[in-house]
């Protein structure tokens, strides 16, 4: 199985595109990483992206998956080692918490586009109370169950890292009293496949991304 050729094509700033690298990393699978700019696609990318997102995971430079969800569950079905619980209600325990962080994703989009103090302040709020909800499940560490790294942290060290950038400049309040995330995040952060999902530059881009929303967060940055 592994001995077909993958290429992941991908975009600098994705979150999901940086679930997939760490999945891939995690199983140690050698793979192709193509950037493309979504604002300027290649002719070839409209041609296999049904959606025109990323990540796509081409194998054999024939059958095209796209979906990170997708991608994910395909490689660690593929390697020995699952990334998930084996007990059928864990697992799928994991997997809503994954959804969960999706809609995270997409308050953290809300976020960084409100154009006034009143809509940012109401996404902080919302966000902070989602981690909320996230903390009252999580064991003592170091990661969301455990000892053991499993697919779900491959989803929140992204969501984190955007935090790890804000909050170089502004201070969002969204972790305060909440240790058992604190400690998660801090585990992650160290985790050589989530620090190496991103290139050195990913800070520098996101933050000029932030800036050019012209939104409430952009004037705090």
């Known amino acids: 199985?592994?001995?077909?050729?993958?290429?992941?094509?991908?975009?600098?700033?994705?979150?999901?595109?940086?679930?997939?690298?760490?999945?891939?990393?995690?199983?140690?699978?050698?793979?192709?990483?193509?950037?493309?700019?979504?604002?300027?696609?290649?002719?070839?990318?409209?041609?296999?992206?049904?959606?025109?997102?990323?990540?796509?995971?081409?194998?054999?430079?024939?059958?095209?998956?796209?979906?990170?969800?997708?991608?994910?569950?395909?490689?660690?079905?593929?390697?020995?080692?699952?990334?998930?619980?084996?007990?059928?209600?864990?697992?799928a325990m994991h997997r809503s918490w994954i959804e969960f962080g999706s809609n995270i994703l997409d308050n953290i989009g809300g976020l960084y586009c409100a154009k006034d103090e009143e809509t940012y302040e109401k996404k902080r709020k919302e966000i902070k109370q989602m981690f909320q909800q996230i903390e009252d499940k999580l064991t003592n560490g170091p990661y969301f169950a455990g000892q053991d790294f499993h697919l779900i942290d491959a989803v929140y060290g992204p969501i984190f890292r955007y935090f790890d950038v804000i909050e170089a400049r502004v201070d969002l309040r969204l972790f305060?009293?909440?240790?058992?995330?604190?400690?998660?995040?801090l585990n992650l952060k160290k985790r050589e496949s989530i620090k190496n999902a991103v290139t050195s530059q990913y800070a520098e881009l996101l933050t000029e991304f932030i800036q050019q929303r012209k939104s409430y967060l952009s004037t705090l940055m």
């Open 176 to 185: 305060e009293e909440l240790y058992k995330i604190q400690n998660w995040r």
């Open 1 to 91: 199985m592994l001995a077909n050729k993958f290429q992941l094509v991908t975009h600098v700033l994705c979150p999901y595109v940086q679930r997939s690298v760490i999945i891939l990393s995690e199983k140690n699978i050698p793979y192709e990483r193509i950037d493309v700019d979504l604002d300027n696609p290649p002719g070839w990318f409209k041609g296999i992206s049904p959606l025109q997102k990323v990540p796509l995971l081409r194998i054999n430079e024939k059958t095209v998956l796209f979906e990170s969800a997708v991608i994910c569950e395909y490689l660690n079905e593929i390697t020995p080692g699952s990334l998930h619980p084996q007990d059928p209600l864990e697992k």
